[in-house]
């Protein structure tokens, strides 16, 4: 098929940034998850292990792009900049919610972040996910320079929402 290019490509950059810092955090948690099951072959778990360290090198990428961007531009486009990034986030946070209705309406999606961890590894509640899923985004981050900027937001809103939740006991 022919490929039709985004009407704000910039728009299209943001959302699919942002997406990949969403699903790279949970994918990280999994895919640990995954190894300690022992449900796979090491060896099959060792051969993704280059895509994981890739889909960190493309997010880490994003937040250093995006600091970036907002550096170079003109100071009068940022709160537009800014405003676009808000609106990519309540985009990204309505199409998860969406998703996770649907899933708990038995629903079937292909979405790997939510139907992953029913999927593949260990019988982990959400708060035990959470925390593999924290634990293995700053492991997997901290092998890369510390100049470089890491994102912030998908962490930090986990932790906030670890906050309010029990163990499973």
């Known amino acids: 098929p ?3 290019a985004p009407r704000d490509p910039e728009w299209a950059f943001v959302k699919t940034g942002y997406s990949e810092c969403i699903d790279s ?21 060792e051969s993704f292990e280059p895509v ?13 792009w995006a600091a970036w961007h907002r550096r170079n531009m003109p100071l ?13 986030w309540l985009c990204l946070i309505w199409e998860r919610v969406s998703i996770a209705r649907d899933v708990g309406n038995g ?6 972040t939510v139907t992953g ?7 982990l509640d959400v708060a035990a996910l959470l925390g593999l899923c924290l634990a293995e985004n ?4 901290s092998a890369y320079d510390r100049r470089l900027l890491r994102p912030r937001a998908v962490p930090a809103l986990a932790r906030l929402a670890r906050r309010f939740m029990r163990p499973k006991a």
Request: charged fraction near 30%; include cysteine; hydrophobic fraction near 50%.
């Open 117 to 123: 961890a029913k999927s593949v590894g260990d019988d």
């Open 52 to 64: 994981i360290h890739e889909e960190a090198r493309h997010i880490l990428f994003f937040v250093n």
């Open 25 to 45: 955090f949970f994918a990280f948690g999994l895919f640990e998850s995954a190894r300690r099951s022992g449900f796979f072959p090491e060896a099959l778990v």
């Open 107 to 112: 629903v079937q999606d292909n979405n790997f």
């Open 76 to 88: 009068w486009r940022r709160p537009w900049f800014e405003l676009k990034v808000l609106c990519v």
């Open 138 to 141: 700053d492991r997997r981050m």
């Open 2 to 4: 022919e490929y039709l």
